[in-house]
Protein backbone atom coordinates (compact mmCIF):
# COMPACT_ATOMS: atom_id res chain seq x y z
CA UNK A 1 0.00 0.00 0.00
CA UNK A 2 1.23 3.75 -0.72
CA UNK A 3 3.40 4.73 2.86
CA UNK A 4 4.83 7.68 4.03
CA UNK A 5 7.46 7.67 6.60
CA UNK A 6 7.54 10.86 8.89
CA UNK A 7 11.18 10.87 10.17
CA UNK A 8 12.80 8.55 8.06
CA UNK A 9 16.36 9.33 8.80
CA UNK A 10 16.39 8.26 12.27
CA UNK A 11 16.78 5.14 13.68
CA UNK A 12 13.32 3.71 14.02
CA UNK A 13 12.88 5.38 10.43
CA UNK A 14 15.60 3.84 8.85
CA UNK A 15 14.46 0.13 9.59
CA UNK A 16 10.97 1.08 8.68
CA UNK A 17 12.41 2.14 5.74
CA UNK A 18 14.27 -1.37 5.10
CA UNK A 19 10.76 -2.96 5.95
CA UNK A 20 8.86 -0.70 3.45
CA UNK A 21 11.20 -0.05 0.40
CA UNK A 22 8.74 1.50 -1.68
CA UNK A 23 8.28 4.25 0.59
CA UNK A 24 8.43 7.99 0.61
CA UNK A 25 10.81 9.11 3.98
CA UNK A 26 10.96 12.81 5.07
CA UNK A 27 13.49 13.99 7.35
CA UNK A 28 14.23 17.71 9.28
CA UNK A 29 18.00 17.92 9.66
CA UNK A 30 19.93 14.85 8.11
CA UNK A 31 19.15 14.67 4.46
CA UNK A 32 19.38 10.90 3.54
CA UNK A 33 18.94 9.16 -0.24
CA UNK A 34 15.71 9.84 -1.73
CA UNK A 35 13.91 11.81 1.20
CA UNK A 36 12.00 14.31 1.16
CA UNK A 37 12.23 17.41 3.28
CA UNK A 38 9.48 18.00 6.12
CA UNK A 39 8.84 20.13 9.46
CA UNK A 40 5.79 18.15 11.18
CA UNK A 41 5.45 21.69 12.71
CA UNK A 42 4.18 23.15 9.96
CA UNK A 43 0.11 22.53 9.37
CA UNK A 44 0.52 23.56 5.78
CA UNK A 45 3.70 21.35 4.63
CA UNK A 46 2.26 18.23 6.38
CA UNK A 47 -0.87 18.95 4.73
CA UNK A 48 0.50 19.19 0.78
CA UNK A 49 2.70 16.16 1.37
CA UNK A 50 0.16 14.04 2.79
CA UNK A 51 -2.70 15.48 -0.13
CA UNK A 52 0.57 14.77 -2.58
CA UNK A 53 1.52 11.60 -1.62
CA UNK A 54 -1.92 10.20 -0.78
CA UNK A 55 -0.93 7.30 1.38
CA UNK A 56 -2.52 4.68 2.92
CA UNK A 57 -0.31 4.04 5.56
CA UNK A 58 1.37 6.98 7.50
CA UNK A 59 4.05 5.79 10.11
CA UNK A 60 5.16 8.40 12.37
CA UNK A 61 8.42 7.95 14.04
CA UNK A 62 9.31 11.80 13.77
CA UNK A 63 9.88 13.32 17.32
CA UNK A 64 12.11 15.35 19.72
CA UNK A 65 13.28 12.69 21.93
CA UNK A 66 15.84 14.33 23.74
CA UNK A 67 14.56 13.75 27.07
CA UNK A 68 16.84 16.60 28.93
CA UNK A 69 16.34 19.15 26.03
CA UNK A 70 12.54 18.53 26.81
CA UNK A 71 13.08 18.94 30.20
CA UNK A 72 14.68 22.77 29.71
CA UNK A 73 12.74 23.81 26.46
CA UNK A 74 9.37 22.17 27.33
CA UNK A 75 7.97 24.76 24.61
CA UNK A 76 10.13 22.91 21.95
CA UNK A 77 9.01 19.67 23.17
CA UNK A 78 5.14 20.71 23.29
CA UNK A 79 5.76 21.87 19.26
CA UNK A 80 7.28 19.14 17.58
CA UNK A 81 5.63 16.15 19.82
CA UNK A 82 2.26 17.45 20.45
CA UNK A 83 1.59 20.40 18.02
CA UNK A 84 3.77 18.23 15.38
CA UNK A 85 2.16 15.20 15.62
CA UNK A 86 -1.38 16.75 15.66
CA UNK A 87 -1.26 17.74 12.18
CA UNK A 88 -0.08 14.40 10.93
CA UNK A 89 -2.90 12.74 12.49
CA UNK A 90 -5.36 15.44 11.40
CA UNK A 91 -3.97 15.07 7.95
CA UNK A 92 -4.25 11.18 8.26
CA UNK A 93 -7.76 11.67 9.29
CA UNK A 94 -8.94 13.68 6.29
CA UNK A 95 -7.44 11.45 3.85
CA UNK A 96 -8.80 8.29 5.99
CA UNK A 97 -5.26 7.19 6.45
CA UNK A 98 -3.98 3.96 8.76
CA UNK A 99 -1.34 5.94 10.91
CA UNK A 100 1.17 4.24 13.36
CA UNK A 101 2.51 6.46 16.18
CA UNK A 102 5.57 5.75 17.94
CA UNK A 103 5.51 6.13 21.71
CA UNK A 104 7.51 5.76 24.99
CA UNK A 105 7.32 3.94 28.30
CA UNK A 106 8.31 7.34 29.34
CA UNK A 107 4.13 7.43 29.76
CA UNK A 108 4.53 5.62 32.99
CA UNK A 109 6.16 6.67 36.45
CA UNK A 110 8.45 4.03 36.39
CA UNK A 111 6.81 2.37 40.02
CA UNK A 112 5.83 -0.57 38.77
CA UNK A 113 7.34 -1.91 34.95
CA UNK A 114 7.41 -3.60 32.46
CA UNK A 115 3.90 -2.04 32.21
CA UNK A 116 0.99 -3.58 29.78
CA UNK A 117 -0.47 -2.17 27.21
CA UNK A 118 -3.81 -1.32 29.49
CA UNK A 119 -1.98 0.29 32.31
CA UNK A 120 -2.68 3.38 33.53
CA UNK A 121 -0.22 6.11 32.07
CA UNK A 122 1.39 8.67 34.93
CA UNK A 123 4.30 10.34 33.35
CA UNK A 124 6.84 12.31 35.58
CA UNK A 125 8.79 14.55 33.22
CA UNK A 126 7.61 16.81 30.16
CA UNK A 127 8.82 14.00 27.58
CA UNK A 128 6.43 11.91 28.76
CA UNK A 129 3.64 14.12 29.36
CA UNK A 130 4.05 15.08 25.63
CA UNK A 131 4.55 11.54 24.43
CA UNK A 132 0.65 10.84 26.30
CA UNK A 133 -0.29 14.22 25.10
CA UNK A 134 0.38 13.20 21.74
CA UNK A 135 -1.57 9.90 22.16
CA UNK A 136 -4.64 11.48 23.26
CA UNK A 137 -4.53 13.20 19.93
CA UNK A 138 -4.11 10.05 17.80
CA UNK A 139 -6.94 8.32 19.38
CA UNK A 140 -9.44 11.50 19.13
CA UNK A 141 -8.56 11.89 15.68
CA UNK A 142 -7.65 9.04 13.75
CA UNK A 143 -10.15 6.04 13.95
CA UNK A 144 -7.83 3.71 12.20
CA UNK A 145 -4.74 3.86 14.63
CA UNK A 146 -1.87 1.87 16.28
CA UNK A 147 0.42 3.13 19.24
CA UNK A 148 3.07 1.93 19.51
CA UNK A 149 4.95 2.25 23.10
CA UNK A 150 8.90 1.08 23.23
CA UNK A 151 11.49 1.30 24.94
CA UNK A 152 15.26 1.63 25.16
CA UNK A 153 15.64 1.52 20.91
CA UNK A 154 18.96 0.74 19.80
CA UNK A 155 20.92 -0.78 16.30
CA UNK A 156 23.52 -0.05 14.07
CA UNK A 157 23.00 3.49 12.74
CA UNK A 158 26.72 5.11 11.25
CA UNK A 159 27.31 8.04 13.43
CA UNK A 160 24.21 7.04 15.68
CA UNK A 161 24.06 8.63 19.00
CA UNK A 162 21.31 5.97 20.45
CA UNK A 163 23.07 3.95 23.53
CA UNK A 164 24.61 1.04 22.33
CA UNK A 165 26.44 3.36 19.49
CA UNK A 166 27.78 5.17 22.19
CA UNK A 167 28.95 2.41 24.21
CA UNK A 168 30.61 0.45 21.19
CA UNK A 169 32.48 3.92 20.40
CA UNK A 170 33.62 4.51 24.20
CA UNK A 171 34.47 0.97 24.91
CA UNK A 172 36.48 0.79 21.63
CA UNK A 173 38.45 3.96 22.78
CA UNK A 174 38.85 2.29 26.35
CA UNK A 175 36.85 5.71 27.36
CA UNK A 176 34.81 5.18 30.37
CA UNK A 177 31.26 5.67 30.28
CA UNK A 178 28.66 6.31 33.69
CA UNK A 179 25.83 3.92 33.18
CA UNK A 180 22.74 3.86 35.53
CA UNK A 181 22.25 0.93 37.54
CA UNK A 182 18.68 1.17 39.07
CA UNK A 183 17.18 2.15 35.62
CA UNK A 184 15.09 -0.77 33.93
CA UNK A 185 13.69 -1.52 30.57
CA UNK A 186 13.03 -3.55 28.09
CA UNK A 187 15.39 -2.65 25.29
CA UNK A 188 14.27 -2.91 21.80
CA UNK A 189 16.04 -3.47 18.75
CA UNK A 190 14.89 -1.40 15.86
CA UNK A 191 14.97 -3.95 12.94
CA UNK A 192 12.98 -6.43 15.17
CA UNK A 193 10.33 -3.66 15.91
CA UNK A 194 10.58 -2.54 12.54
CA UNK A 195 9.38 -5.79 11.71
CA UNK A 196 6.73 -5.95 13.92
CA UNK A 197 4.89 -2.67 13.16
CA UNK A 198 5.09 -3.71 9.43
CA UNK A 199 3.07 -7.16 10.39
CA UNK A 200 1.03 -5.29 12.78
CA UNK A 201 0.10 -2.10 10.41
CA UNK A 202 -0.90 -5.11 7.58
CA UNK A 203 -3.42 -6.48 10.05
CA UNK A 204 -6.88 -4.88 11.15
CA UNK A 205 -5.50 -4.41 15.02
CA UNK A 206 -6.04 -0.71 16.32
CA UNK A 207 -5.07 0.93 19.49
CA UNK A 208 -1.85 0.70 21.79
CA UNK A 209 0.86 -2.06 21.53
CA UNK A 210 4.16 -2.70 22.94
CA UNK A 211 6.39 -4.37 20.16
CA UNK A 212 9.15 -4.00 22.31
CA UNK A 213 11.69 -6.49 23.36
CA UNK A 214 11.20 -9.50 25.77
CA UNK A 215 13.70 -8.77 28.34
CA UNK A 216 13.74 -7.28 31.64
CA UNK A 217 17.40 -5.69 32.37
CA UNK A 218 18.91 -2.67 34.22
CA UNK A 219 20.79 -0.23 31.89
CA UNK A 220 24.55 -1.43 33.62
CA UNK A 221 23.40 -5.45 33.25
CA UNK A 222 22.09 -4.53 29.45
CA UNK A 223 25.80 -2.52 29.29
CA UNK A 224 27.67 -5.09 30.42
CA UNK A 225 25.81 -7.43 27.88
CA UNK A 226 26.57 -5.57 24.65
CA UNK A 227 30.40 -5.17 25.98
CA UNK A 228 30.28 -9.13 25.74
CA UNK A 229 28.97 -9.33 22.53
CA UNK A 230 30.96 -6.68 20.97
CA UNK A 231 34.67 -8.07 22.54
CA UNK A 232 35.24 -5.65 25.07
CA UNK A 233 36.27 -5.58 28.88
CA UNK A 234 33.43 -4.40 30.94
CA UNK A 235 35.91 -1.84 33.04
CA UNK A 236 34.92 1.09 31.37
CA UNK A 237 31.09 0.75 32.73
CA UNK A 238 31.12 2.72 35.84
CA UNK A 239 27.64 2.06 37.66
CA UNK A 240 25.86 5.16 39.18
CA UNK A 241 22.59 5.39 40.76
CA UNK A 242 20.08 8.37 38.71
CA UNK A 243 20.52 11.06 40.91
CA UNK A 244 24.33 11.07 40.95
CA UNK A 245 23.71 11.70 36.78
CA UNK A 246 22.13 15.06 37.98
CA UNK A 247 19.87 15.68 34.87
CA UNK A 248 17.37 17.72 34.51
CA UNK A 249 14.35 15.30 33.97
CA UNK A 250 13.29 13.15 36.59
CA UNK A 251 13.53 9.24 35.11
CA UNK A 252 11.23 6.41 35.51
CA UNK A 253 13.22 3.59 37.39
CA UNK A 254 10.80 0.48 36.66
CA UNK A 255 10.25 1.37 33.51
CA UNK A 256 9.89 -0.85 30.08
CA UNK A 257 6.57 -2.17 28.96
CA UNK A 258 5.25 -6.07 28.93
CA UNK A 259 5.75 -6.87 25.31
CA UNK A 260 3.47 -10.17 25.61
CA UNK A 261 -0.05 -9.24 24.50
CA UNK A 262 1.82 -7.71 21.18
CA UNK A 263 3.46 -10.88 20.55
CA UNK A 264 0.40 -12.69 20.63
CA UNK A 265 -0.85 -11.00 17.92
CA UNK A 266 2.40 -11.52 15.85
CA UNK A 267 2.00 -14.40 13.42
CA UNK A 268 5.39 -14.61 11.78
CA UNK A 269 7.65 -11.72 13.55
CA UNK A 270 9.49 -12.64 16.82
CA UNK A 271 10.60 -9.33 19.04
CA UNK A 272 14.53 -10.03 19.37
CA UNK A 273 15.53 -10.45 22.96
CA UNK A 274 18.61 -8.29 23.72
CA UNK A 275 21.43 -11.21 22.75
CA UNK A 276 19.79 -11.55 20.10
CA UNK A 277 19.64 -7.92 18.54
CA UNK A 278 23.06 -7.38 20.07
CA UNK A 279 24.62 -10.15 18.14
CA UNK A 280 22.66 -9.30 14.94
CA UNK A 281 23.85 -5.46 15.29
CA UNK A 282 27.57 -6.53 15.88
CA UNK A 283 27.01 -8.41 12.24
CA UNK A 284 26.16 -5.05 10.85
CA UNK A 285 28.79 -3.03 12.19
CA UNK A 286 31.25 -5.74 10.96
CA UNK A 287 29.95 -5.55 7.66
CA UNK A 288 29.97 -1.63 7.81
CA UNK A 289 33.29 -1.57 8.59
Not at 12 to 21: K, Y
Not at 177 to 188: E, F, I, K, Y
Request: proline share 7%; with cysteine; hydrophobic share 45%.
Amino acid sequence: MPTLIIGASGLVGGALRNEFPDATGTYLRHAGPGLVPLDITDAAAVDALVARVRPELILLPAAQPAVDRCELDPDESERVNVGGTGNVARAAARLGARLVYFSSDYVFDGAAGPYEVDAAPCPINVYGRHKLAAETLVRAAVADHLIARVSGVYGYQPDGKNFVMALARLGAAGERMRVPSDQWGTPTYAPSLAAAVRELAASGHRGIVHPAGPDYLTRIDFARLAAEVFGYDDAFLVPVTTPELEQPAARPLRAGVDNRSTQALLRTTRLAGAREGLCDMRRCMEAAA
